[in-house]
């Protein structure tokens, strides 16, 4: 063997036992998981813990004439019954929402959606506290409810929010209506309305991103312990951004930040559920404080799917112009956006509509106009963002049917009309209509890759001959191809426009390795499940040269991890990942300067090859970075201190922009409704990529999450305000039979601002899958003269359109 | 979702679950796989204050031929159900029929016994028994006594169990050889209810029908025995025509609720959709 097979040989070898960026390294905390030693906070049992429950509201909107506690106190076992006449005096009875609103923790006057929390029972056990919320005694008058939001701005409409009927300018300014909440607009009006004027050809179509939830497997809870002597609370939940919830938990109680300790074990799902804060959390707080003993909330299915953040319920009347050719000039867009009873949207505080003006999707449209107007109505608040940066899969669902919408009246080919529009690879960084700065993309290489692997012309070929069989009635099945091409914008984000009740958007890595080279690394994020300890670790393991076995990853717990804004909006990777290798590349300096020391040359001699320095043409003369180690602590070079560790607080320079091309291939049997998927490719690029394992297995999650809301997934209410199908038993949540199988693909354009080029990943398959199956049903139908049809796409919904185009017999 | 308060009894003979239930009265439910009565107590829309669970019973496990029926204990599971070479030979729609509910984890425990008595529309046996033509043996203080499937879903939740009955045997009448089954069923995911099923039984002489019996399940408060739609069909060769108006008389009887699995008129041709793909499977698996 020559010396250089030998040397490269090696390299590899250590290369590959570092397991760091680009390795399909498996999750480390799928030992404990799959082995069912997962430590969740229904898990915790503390001594003298109580268990907490909600006297719910059975009514969409009424007035409360009394509350009567004395029975349920009268049970053996019940200690305490709060109500918001207990909270008023400590000024609880009312919570300030992400949003700039507030929200009730205990309904004081009037409840305003079915299963609101009107009282807090506290008993001895889980099983005393559900019986005694029977015997709580609630008078109401029912008040008449509006759960359609179109009718929400109506003059005579009842008004719903009385607490603030004579405030007529919000968080996010004026209000036309006493529920009306905010109107939001961006981009040029006029320069718009004059394309629309003289354009050659123009769609309009109300397309609704309809209200579903998140419904993460484990749902909201939390046990809050108070010690009286000490004057110190801690409070274990499921907390997405465990930090701002000490912050908040702060400011509204009045303890000092530090003797509040906040920590979220783990975490069994979130997609946006578990960012917003709760009335279970602040009961079970005020609960402990009162009784100075732990007091336990853990919020059963039909609460979780029924009262904490829904998301979505957005109506969103789009429209483009473009030029008989192809070419889209315009884009405008109205969003009626319900928010339900209060505003707790999840967004950065001066986004009232999240990111919606990403709307322009991958596309150089040269204006645009949005226009946001956030109405009230009898339903459950929230509106977070379901496994997607906010409000990013409404806005890529907006572009994307509207593509599809356009290319049928020009009666052009929906992949040939994007591919005409695709913002160029050479226009990056990209200004768009509606303010931002896409950093990098390659977007007509993608498509191309996308449509020939899946073949995409033999695929329209063979739905044009399924078509004339269909007419000549020899099939009842009917083909549909979707497209989506997405792009998303996450890693919120620069301090300039992003910050949740004022705290910036920064976030943090703390790295500190051991005399004898491992390393313990805090993060200010919170895995709910993405696998933040297997991938941290592999980032650390590239800058640093150690194996990512040896790297211990802890988030979570608010006394030990530095401060961050938590873990939402595939924020992970693109800014505590950053905070991560800059906090990396700062312990690696200092190493250098050891490294140097030991071996006895100049710094600038060194060079860094896979787990050590070696000096430059001189190979055989090098410090591992374990060996440096050891002499940071014990031989540090004269005059340095001691250690090596480091810590980084990331502002990101910009958002970064992952984008992806899918399609969707389903065939539907008209005669039931039942839409099958027979092929669903998604070629995703978010940049650099750290662990494809992880990516992949992100995406499949992504897209199942994708299927279950275009396909069927919802929280209905009927006209009283009663929601609908609030269990498992009927809320669509797709098992491994039902969801379609995956095939994943990738490019790889690096972000250019972004320390390792990364841009995160876990949720472009939702957002990018939505629309492609809502593209496919669409597709589908296209051909009979269907029109639009509305999500969700399941199956009696279906039929009902084959009913109205008389296809069946 | 935490039921209320109840107390849990284990008899471990027929006799005495029949004393405690008609001791106890109104108050008191047998459960058996309890994955119908365990969701609704944890919903609070069932809180029974005795559980009187027949799992300790000897003698309600089994299926064996006996004269001319196969009679299974009301405790087999549908696990057990979907398991056994004899009714795969005699009576293949009950295991095509148990596959299709729910999911292996409750197929274990879940038995046909509790799917019949419940009274549950949802539940997929009873429009499967009638269908067949199942008896039901109910033992009560006097002894047992048997009674149709056919007669005994009186609306949903009741039957015609009297205080203290326990339904302990199921009878199902050997079909005869060559005869031809399929059960249809349109869900929206796994453990799921039916929007609508079908079973159907026929047999065939050439290519005329001899006999054809259908059942329906959950487009009613009760499952339904489509008797007019079978007789439309006895007869004929299975012809579109007859075909047709078999589907129409079905889909007549129908009433089914509007949920989320769809509105009412959706649920009541889908009852008709599924009827014609078990006829045509049925038919396509007779053996004249």
């Not at chain 1, 004439?65 to 009268?74: M, Q």
């Not at chain 2, 009186?154 to 015609?160: K, Q, R, S, V």
Request: with cysteine; proline share 5%; hydrophobic share 40%.
């Amino acid at each position: 063997m020559n010396e250089q097979v030998k040397i490269d040989l090696d390299r590899a070898e250590r290369a590959e036992k570092l397991q760091g960026m680009g390795c399909k390294r498996k999750r480390v905390e799928d030992i404990r998981f799959t082995q069912g030693k997962g430590s969740y906070v229904d898990d915790l049992k503390l001594p003298g813990m109580v268990f907490g429950d909600f006297v719910r509201s059975p009514h969409a909107h009424a007035r409360i004439v009394s509350i009567d506690t004395s029975r349920a106190k009268a049970l053996p076992g019940v200690i305490a019954v709060l109500t918001a006449a207990d909270l008023k005096p400590l000024g609880l009875h009312y919570m300030p929402t992400l949003a700039g609103d507030v929200q009730a923790v205990l309904a004081e006057e009037k409840v305003l959606f079915q299963n609101q929390e009107v009282a807090f029972v506290i008993a001895e056990d889980r099983y005393i506290a559900s019986d005694a919320t029977e015997l709580v005694d609630v008078e109401y008058e029912a008040l008449p409810c509006i759960v359609d939001p179109f009718r929400s701005m109506l003059p005579d409409a009842p008004i719903l929010r009385e607490d603030i009927k004579d405030k007529m300018t919000g968080a996010h300014g004026p209000r036309k209506h006493p529920n009306h909440i905010f109107e939001w607009q961006i981009g040029d009006k006029q320069a718009t309305d004059d394309v629309f004027a003289k354009a050659d050809v123009t769609i309009k179509e109300m397309l609704v991103d309809h209200r579903t939830h998140p419904s993460p497997l484990e749902t909201c809870q939390s046990v809050a312990s108070f010690d009286k002597v000490k004057g110190e609370l801690t409070l274990w939940g499921t907390f997405q951004a465990p930090h701002v919830i000490r912050t908040v938990v702060s400011l509204i109680s009045g303890l000092p930040e530090h003797k509040i300790h906040v920590i979220a074990p783990d975490i069994g799902g979130g997609f946006g559920n578990k960012v917003g804060a709760y009335a279970g959390y602040v009961c079970s707080v005020v609960g402990s404080i009162v009784l100075g003993v732990p007091v336990k909330w853990v919020e059963d299915r039909m609460e979780n799917l029924s009262t904490t953040s829904f998301a979505r319920d957005y109506h969103m009347t789009t429209e483009l112009a473009a030029t008989k050719e192809g070419k889209i000039v315009g884009m405008r867009v109205h969003v009626l956006a319900d928010h339900g009873a209060f505003d707790a949207c999840a967004d950065p505080s001066k986004w009232p509509a999240g990111f919606m003006n990403i709307c322009t999707g991958s596309y150089d449209i040269p204006v645009a106009h949005l226009v946001v107007d956030g109405v009230y109505t009898n339903k459950a608040s929230g509106g977070v963002a379901y496994r997607c940066s906010f409000r990013v899969t409404e806005a890529v669902f907006a572009i994307e049917r509207a593509i599809e919408v356009l290319a049928q009246k020009l009666g052009m080919d929906s992949a040939e009309l994007r591919m005409k529009n695709f913002i160029r690879a050479e226009q990056f960084p990209y200004q768009s209509a509606l303010g931002w700065e896409y950093d990098s993309g390659n977007y007509h290489v993608a498509m191309q890759k996308a449509m020939d692997t899946i073949g995409y012309r033999q695929l329209r070929a063979e739905q044009a001959e399924k078509r004339e069989a269909f007419k000549r009635g020899e099939t009842r099945e009917l083909m549909g191809i979707g497209i989506s091409f997405f792009t998303e914008i996450v890693g919120a984000g620069p301090a300039k426009n992003c910050d949740i009740l004022g705290v910036a958007m920064f976030d943090s890595a703390e790295i500190r390795i051991h005399p004898t080279g491992s390393v313990i690394a805090r993060m200010g994020t919170k895995s709910q499940g993405q696998g933040h300890e297997t991938t941290y670790a592999q980032i650390i393991a590239t800058e640093l040269g150690i194996p990512a076995d040896d790297i211990m990853i802890e988030e979570g717990n608010t006394d030990t991890a530095p401060y961050g804004l938590g873990t939402y909006g595939s924020r992970s990777t693109p800014v505590a990942g950053a905070a991560t290798a800059v906090a990396a590349r700062k312990i690696k300096a200092k190493a250098q300067m050891i490294a140097a020391h030991m071996l006895e040359v100049h710094e600038g001699d060194l060079e860094w090859d896979i787990d050590r320095f070696r000096v430059k043409g001189l190979p055989e003369k090098f410090k591992t970075m374990k060996e440096i180690a050891w002499s940071a602590y014990n031989a540090p070079p004269p005059n340095m201190e001691p250690g090596l560790e480091a810590v980084n607080y990331y502002e990101p320079p910009n958002m970064t922009y992952p984008f992806g091309a899918y399609f969707c291939i389903m065939d539907i049997d008209v005669d039931t409704g039942v839409a099958k998927t027979r092929r669903f490719y998604a070629l995703d690029d978010c940049g650099t990529r750290i662990n494809p394992m992880i990516i992949e297995g992100q995406v499949h999650g992504g897209l199942t999450e994708a299927f279950a809301c275009a396909m069927g997934q919802e929280i209905r209410y009927d006209e009283m305000g009663n929601v609908m199908g609030a269990s498992f038993m009927d809320f669509f949540l797709p098992t491994a039979v039902e969801t379609p199988k995956w095939e994943t693909d990738f490019t790889v354009t690096p972000s250019p601002h972004h320390p390792i080029g990364a841009k995160g990943v876990g949720e472009s398959p939702h957002v990018g899958g939505v629309p492609c199956f809502s593209n496919a049903v669409n597709d589908a139908y296209a051909f009979l003269g269907a029109g639009n049809i509305q999500m969700p796409h399941d199956a009696w919904r279906l039929w009902k359109v084959g009913e109205r185009l008389g296809l069946h017999a | 979702m935490i039921p209320g308060t109840f107390a849990y009894h284990r008899p471990t003979t027929i006799d005495s679950a029949v004393a405690l239930l008609i001791e106890l009265g109104e108050d008191a439910r047998p459960l058996a796989g309890g994955h119908s009565l365990i969701p609704l107590m944890k919903t609070r829309l069932a809180s029974p204050e005795h559980l009187v669970d027949l799992t300790g019973i000897d003698g309600l496990n089994g299926i064996e031929r006996s004269d001319g029926d196969v009679v299974i204990g009301a405790m087999t599971t549908q696990h057990s159900l979907i398991g056994s070479s004899l009714l795969s030979e005699l009576v293949p729609i009950v295991r095509e029929t148990s596959l299709r509910i729910a999911d292996p984890q409750i197929r274990y425990k879940g038995t046909l016994g509790g799917n019949c008595a419940n009274g549950d529309p949802g539940n997929d046996m009873p429009a499967l028994m009638q269908c067949l033509n199942a008896r039901y043996v109910l033992t009560g203080n006097e002894g047992p006594r048997e009674v149709a499937a056919r007669d005994f879903y009186l609306g949903a939740y009741e039957t015609a169990l009297a205080a203290g009955e326990i339904l302990t045997a199921v009878r199902i009448p050997i079909p005869a050889p060559g005869h031809g089954y399929a059960y249809e069923k349109l869900k929206r995911k796994v453990g799921d209810y039916a929007t609508a099923a079908a079973a159907v039984m026929i047999t065939m002489a050439g290519d005329t029908c001899t006999s054809a019996s259908i059942g329906l399940t959950n487009v009613a408060e009760t499952p339904l025995w489509a008797e007019e739609a079978g007789r439309l069909l006895v007869g004929t060769k299975l012809d579109e025509g007859s075909i047709a108006s078999a589907v129409a008389a079905a889909e007549a009887i129908t009433d089914p609720a509007s949920d989320m699995r769809g509105p009412a008129d959706y649920r009541t041709k889908m009852a008709g959709v599924m009827l014609r793909r078990a006829l045509e499977r049925a038919r396509s698996r007779a053996k004249a």
